[in-house]
């Protein structure tokens, strides 16, 4: 009879299908409020992309898409797309000060870590178990998130609605938004394991997180290699040489015979177009040069900035679990 029991009770959990256990179970049920938020929101998100790109489509079918028969319709389509994407470029900061900061903070602070590794599991473990669950949440929601941004711009990434280097683009499509944001989650994470105060650790945390906004904007565009374009022609009477295809304007100035460069607004205080042009000739401008960054290089520029946001992940890492060994909890 125990027999037959045990097996229909075996039977019955199997048919269930996989269901979490032990710890990650345990993970899952302490921060399930914040772990469900994220899976909502991603699915409200991605429904919305979804929908957008849909009616996008259709409007763009309707006017003869690849060659719509009338315009107007890029200012609609580039501010949706602006708006969604500054939209997710907070999620980073969102994830690190409500997920990141109390996930050991709150631990640390009501003495739960110290009542579960004083049972079987090592501190370590339960770390890692922690930062694990959380980590393959945010990175399922951030991936589909970029895919389906990518995904809704791509159609008009060659048109002039949204430039590919804007934030709005380039940091939510591709291996971006997934670093920006694991990295940001385990410097929450650091914080708190350290400050050991919920509040305090998400208020470090916002500021953190702003900082590290800012610096990747700073330097978004240095990680691509810069092509330039050369002309001789009189730079009072011409203006500067177009950025070919869908480039990145990155510099404008003028250039002598020799190669050396001034800025455009060289002798532009001269009271007469005559005292400009003796004030250039003098100077020795002989033309236009111009600094871009091409659309090829979008790629590469966002997996060399992924990867080293990654390097930074882990360094992160490595410092929570090294910080974790010590006994603070």
Same mark, same amino acid.
């Not at 159609?155 to 430039?163: A, F, H, L, R």
């Not at 070919?244 to 190669?259: K, M, Q, R, Y």
């Given at each position: 009879?125990?027999?037959?029991?045990?097996?229909?009770?075996?039977?019955?959990?199997?048919?269930?299908?996989?269901?979490?256990?032990?710890?990650?179970?345990?993970?899952?049920?302490?921060h399930?409020?914040?772990?469900?938020?994220?899976?909502?929101?991603?699915?409200?998100?991605?429904?919305?992309m979804?929908?957008?790109?849909?009616?996008?489509?259709?409007?763009?079918?309707?006017?003869?898409?690849?060659?719509p028969?009338?315009g107007?319709?890029?200012t609609?389509?580039?501010s949706?797309?602006?708006? +969604?994407?500054? !939209?997710?470029?907070? %999620?980073?900061? #969102?994830? /690190?000060?409500? $997920?990141?900061?109390? &996930?050991?903070?709150g631990?640390?602070?009501?003495?739960?870590?110290?009542?579960?590794?004083?049972?079987?599991?090592?501190?370590?473990?339960?770390?890692? +178990?922690?930062? !694990?669950?959380?980590? %393959?949440?945010? #990175?399922? /929601?951030t991936? $589909?998130?970029?895919? &389906?941004?990518?995904?809704?711009?791509?159609?008009?990434?060659?048109?002039?609605?949204?430039?590919w280097?804007?934030r709005?683009?380039?940091?939510?499509t591709?291996?971006?938004?997934?670093?920006?944001?694991?990295?940001?989650?385990?410097?929450? $994470?650091?914080?708190?394991?350290?400050?050991?105060?919920?509040?305090?650790?998400?208020v470090?945390?916002?500021?953190f997180?702003?900082?590290?906004?800012?610096?990747?904007?700073y330097?978004?565009?240095?990680?691509?290699?810069?092509?330039?374009?050369?002309?001789?022609?009189?730079?009072?009477?011409?203006?500067?040489?177009?950025?070919?295809g869908?480039?990145?304007?990155?510099?404008?100035?003028?250039?002598?015979?020799?190669?050396?460069?001034?800025?455009?607004g060289?002798?532009?205080?001269?009271?007469?177009?005559?005292?400009?042009?003796?004030?250039?000739?003098?100077?020795?401008?002989?033309?236009?040069?111009?600094?871009?960054?091409?659309?090829?290089?979008m790629?590469?520029?966002?997996?060399?900035?992924?990867?080293?946001?990654?390097?930074?992940?882990?360094?992160?890492?490595?410092?929570?679990?090294?910080?974790?060994?010590?006994?603070?909890?």
């Amino acid at each position: 009879m125990t027999t037959m029991t045990s097996a229909r009770t075996s039977s019955a959990a199997t048919g269930r299908g996989p269901r979490l256990t032990g710890l990650n179970w345990l993970v899952w049920r302490q921060h399930r409020a914040a772990f469900w938020t994220l899976v909502g929101g991603t699915v409200l998100a991605a429904g919305w992309m979804v929908h957008q790109r849909t009616g996008m489509m259709d409007t763009l079918h309707a006017l003869g898409w690849p060659h719509p028969k009338s315009g107007g319709w890029e200012t609609s389509v580039g501010s949706t797309l602006t708006l +969604t994407g500054y !939209g997710l470029g907070f %999620l980073p900061i #969102l994830i /690190g000060v409500f $997920v990141g900061a109390p &996930l050991m903070a709150g631990d640390l602070e009501n003495g739960t870590a110290k009542l579960v590794t004083s049972q079987s599991v090592s501190r370590i473990r339960w770390i890692a +178990t922690k930062l !694990g669950v959380t980590v %393959l949440v945010v #990175l399922v /929601g951030t991936v $589909v998130l970029s895919q &389906l941004f990518g995904w809704w711009w791509s159609p008009v990434k060659d048109t002039s609605v949204i430039g590919w280097s804007e934030r709005a683009v380039f940091d939510n499509t591709g291996p971006v938004p997934t670093a920006l944001t694991l990295f940001t989650l385990v410097g929450g $994470v650091a914080i708190g394991m350290v400050l050991r105060r919920t509040l305090l650790s998400m208020v470090v945390t916002f500021g953190f997180a702003v900082a590290v906004q800012l610096v990747w904007s700073y330097f978004r565009l240095q990680l691509g290699n810069p092509l330039s374009l050369t002309t001789r022609s009189d730079v009072l009477t011409s203006s500067a040489p177009a950025v070919p295809g869908n480039g990145t304007l990155l510099d404008e100035s003028f250039t002598t015979a020799s190669g050396k460069l001034y800025g455009w607004g060289t002798c532009v205080g001269e009271s007469t177009e005559k005292a400009q042009q003796a004030c250039l000739h003098q100077k020795g401008i002989v033309g236009w040069h111009v600094e871009y960054l091409p659309f090829s290089q979008m790629s590469s520029m966002q997996w060399f900035g992924a990867s080293v946001l990654l390097a930074l992940t882990v360094a992160v890492i490595a410092f929570i679990f090294v910080w974790g060994r010590k006994p603070v909890i």
